[in-house]
Structures are given as C-alpha cells and as structure tokens.
C-alpha cells in the first residue's frame, strides 16, 4: 500500500473513532454542539501533527510537549466543565495511540483499545451502577410545612411544583417575618441533570 493511501486509511480510523465517541458517546448525553468542533478539531490536527513530527523526524518527547500543551489549554473566555475536559484529553489522547499502534503495525490492538475505550465511556455516561443525587436550594413560602411533623407533605408539596424526585430536605433559614424557609431539597439525578 502506498504511502499516501496508507495515510489516509490511518486518518480515517482515527477520525471515524473520535466521531463515533463524540456523536454517539458524548452528542447524546448533552445535546449541545458547543464542543464538538472543539473535540473533533483537536482529535484531527493533533493526528496530522504527530503524522508530520514523524515524517521530519522529530523525537516523540517533542510530540508528548505539544500533546502537554493542548491537553492542559484552557480557554479563557469560557472556562470548560470538567465532563468536557475528560472528553477533550481522551479525543487528545487518541491520535497519538493511534499513531503509535499505526507505526507498529499493531492493528488488533488498536481495535481492542477503541472499544475499550468506547466501552467505559459508555458504562460511565450511562452511569450503570451509579445512584447520583443532586440538590437545589429553594425558598419556600408554605411556611407551615417545614414542621418535622409534616415533613412527607412538605416533600409531596415540592415535588408536585418542581417535578423532581425528592429524597429528603433541609430547612436551613427560617424567616418567620415574612413566612419564608430556605430550604436545600436533595432529589435523584437523571440523566439530563448531569
């Protein structure tokens, strides 16, 4: 096989998986396009950086400085969450595994490595054998249920109004002067919370 077909099959796989963990993987569970080009614009130049170090022969140290470099950027307009950030070092992560398995003919590994990945991205963001709480702070003005005694009337109250899935409440400020309670409710996590 040629050089340049070679090449092009290579930057295919490592496009085509990248892809397939942001559209599939990560597009699913946020519905927002506000990092995509960001994960799949750093996978690809970072793949034709490390292709390019290697055709003039630059040692692999300044390949692990520049891959320093970009996974440690932050932008400084819009700080990134830190989901987004774990989704942005493995898409940076990744074409230099693929080159390295690429340059070693290691193609089996290569695929054993993808749907690992894939994998634990999927059992993480699918948050199988996980039970996530979250919590909200409100201020309550049906001053007469934060009583102890009427605590299971309080949380039917709350979660008729908010829609959640309460699991318990603290009272944390009462304001009898103007009949108000900042409460803190405490509800199961699903998976558009996160």
């Not at 398995?101 to 993808?114: C, D, P």
């Not at 993480?124 to 409100?138: A, N, R, V």
């Given at each position: 096989?040629?050089?340049?077909?070679?090449?092009?099959?290579?930057?295919?796989?490592?496009?085509?998986?990248?892809?397939?963990?942001?559209?599939?993987?990560?597009?699913?569970?946020?519905?927002?396009?506000?990092?995509?080009?960001?994960?799949?614009?750093?996978?690809?130049?970072?793949?034709?950086?490390?292709?390019?170090?290697?055709?003039?022969?630059?040692?692999?140290?300044?390949?692990?400085?520049?891959?320093?470099?970009?996974?440690?950027?932050?932008?400084?307009?819009?700080?990134?969450?830190?989901r987004e950030m774990?989704?942005?070092?493995?898409?940076?992560?990744?074409?230099?595994?693929?080159?390295?398995?690429?340059?070693?003919?290691?193609?089996?590994?290569?695929?054993?490595?993808?749907?690992?990945?894939?994998?634990?991205l999927i059992f993480?963001?699918?948050?199988?054998?996980?039970?996530?709480?979250?919590?909200?702070?409100?201020t309550y003005e049906?001053?007469?249920?934060?009583?102890?005694?009427?605590?299971?009337?309080?949380?039917?109250?709350?979660?008729?109004?908010?829609?959640?899935?309460?699991?318990?409440?603290?009272?944390?400020?009462?304001?009898?002067?103007?009949?108000?309670?900042?409460?803190?409710?405490?509800?199961?996590?699903?998976?558009?919370?996160?």
């Open positions: 096989m040629s050089t340049f077909l070679q090449y092009l099959l290579h930057f295919l796989i490592n496009f085509l998986t990248a892809f397939v963990i942001v559209r599939f993987i990560y597009y699913p569970q946020r519905g927002s396009q506000k990092f995509v080009l960001t994960f799949l614009g750093f996978n690809t130049i970072i793949f034709i950086l490390f292709n390019y170090m290697a055709s003039i022969e630059l040692s692999m140290g300044v390949g692990f400085g520049l891959f320093a470099i970009f996974s440690i950027l932050r932008y400084r307009t819009d700080p990134m969450p830190s774990t989704y942005l070092f493995i898409l940076t992560a990744l074409p230099m595994i693929n080159y390295v398995m690429f340059s070693q003919n290691a193609y089996l590994e290569l695929g054993l490595t993808t749907v690992l990945i894939g994998l634990v993480l963001e699918k948050g199988w054998g996980f039970h996530f709480t979250s919590s909200k702070s409100i049906k001053i007469d249920l934060i009583h102890a005694a009427h605590q299971k009337e309080l949380i039917t109250d709350l979660e008729e109004r908010t829609g959640l899935d309460i699991r318990y409440v603290d009272i944390n400020k009462i304001n009898f002067l103007n009949d108000t309670a900042e409460i803190k409710v405490y509800y199961d996590e699903t998976r558009n919370d996160r």
